[in-house]
Nanobody, 127 residues
Framework: QVQLVESGGGLVQAGGSLRLSCAVS????????MGWFRQAPDKERDFVGA?????????????RYADSVKGRFTISRDNAKNTVYLQMNSLKPEDTAVYYC???????????????WGQGTQVTVSS
């Protein structure tokens, strides 16, 4: 069984930064594609970005981002710590959402590519 726990959410002013973490328990973390999604109030859950497995190295991997966050958000992973990060810079009010991390098998924006999900962490960006 794989469990994911997000942390690092909170309230930040527009233009500020936050770093979310997702701690993963279970086996073979380095073999999973790790994704980030978000869900704003009254909206569907959307893809934010993902990072592939890193071929045995402690970090790295191919990344993929939604157009809305390219150049502002960065995903990284530390296989030694079983943790994936989402660094969010230049935050905008429209980034306000519950952010979820997920573990899956394909570097894809499709939610059905991910088998395991965290409980989510709230990010609120004030104008």
């Amino acid at each position: 069984q794989v469990q994911l726990v997000e942390s690092g959410g909170g309230l930040v002013q527009a233009g500020g930064s936050l770093r979310l973490s997702c701690a993963v328990s279970g086996r073979s973390f380095r073999n999973y594609v790790m994704g980030w999604f978000r869900q704003a109030p009254d909206k569907e859950r959307d893809f934010v970005g993902a990072i592939s497995w890193s071929g045995g190295t402690w970090s790295g991997g191919t990344t993929r981002y939604a157009d809305s966050v390219k150049g502002r958000f960065t995903i990284s992973r530390d296989n030694a710590k079983n943790t994936v990060y989402l660094q969010m810079n230049s935050l905008k009010p429209e980034d306000t959402a519950v952010y979820y991390c997920a573990a899956g098998s394909r570097l894809s924006p499709a939610q059905n590519s991910y088998n395991y999900w965290g409980q989510g962490t709230q990010v609120t960006v004030s104008s």
